[in-house]
C-alpha cells in the first residue's frame, strides 16, 4: 500500500477531507494523490504557491512574515498550512517549502531544508524542519514521501 492509499484510507474512516499547499514540491504530492482512483472522496484542493506572490495571494501569507523569516521557514510553513485551511472546504491540510537545489543554499539553510506543516481544522499546526540528501529529485520525492507519512488526529 502506498503512503498516499494509506492516508486516504485514514482520512475516509474519518469523513475528512484533505487540501495541501505546496511549493519546492511543485505539486508532487497533489499529483500522487490523484494517482489514486477515487481520491476525490478524500481529496478536496491543492495550491502550489511557487513564487512569495501566489503565497501571499492564494495563502493569506504575511509580507512581514516573509521578509523577516523568508519563504522557507516554519513560519511560512505554518501560515501556509492556516491558509490552506481558510481558502479550502478541507478539514486536513499539509505545507511544505523548502529549498530543492541545486541553487538557493545558504550557511542557515541549505539545499535540502524544508519545513512541514500540518493542521486539522479547529487545531493547532505542527511544524518540522527535515534536511534531506542528493539531487533535487530526490530531494523533492523525499519531502512528497514525508508529508504523506506523518499524520496526527
Given at each position: ?14 469523513r475528512?477531507?484533505?487540501?495541501v ?18 481520491s ?25 512574515t516573509?521578509d ?14 492556516s ?13 511544505v517549502?523548502?529549498i530543492?537545489?541545486?541553487?538557493g ?7 535540502g ?16 524542519k ?11 520525492q ?7 507519512t506523518?499524520?496526527?488526529?
Open positions: 500500500m502506498t503512503l498516499a492509499t494509506e492516508l486516504g484510507r485514514k482520512l475516509q474512516q474519518q475528512l477531507m484533505l487540501a499547499a505546496e511549493s519546492c514540491t511543485g505539486g508532487g504530492i497533489a499529483h500522487v494523490i490523484t494517482e489514486i482512483a477515487g476525490s472522496h478524500w481529496f478536496e484542493r491543492g495550491f502550489v504557491t511557487y513564487s512569495n506572490e501566489s503565497k501571499i495571494e492564494m495563502l493569506g501569507v504575511n509580507q512581514q516573509l523577516i523569516f523568508g519563504a522557507v521557514s516554519a513560519n511560512i510553513a505554518l501560515e501556509m498550512v491558509g490552506v485551511l481558510k481558502n479550502s472546504h478541507a478539514d486536513y491540510a499539509i505545507s517549502t523548502g530543492a537545489g541545486p541553487s543554499g545558504s550557511k542557515e539553510k541549505p539545499v531544508t524544508v519545513f512541514i506543516a500540518w493542521q486539522h481544522k479547529n487545531s493547532p499546526a505542527i511544524v518540522k527535515y534536511l534531506f540528501k542528493g539531487d533535487r529529485l530526490q530531494i523533492r523525499q519531502a512528497i514521501e514525508q508529508a504523506l506523518e499524520y496526527y488526529n
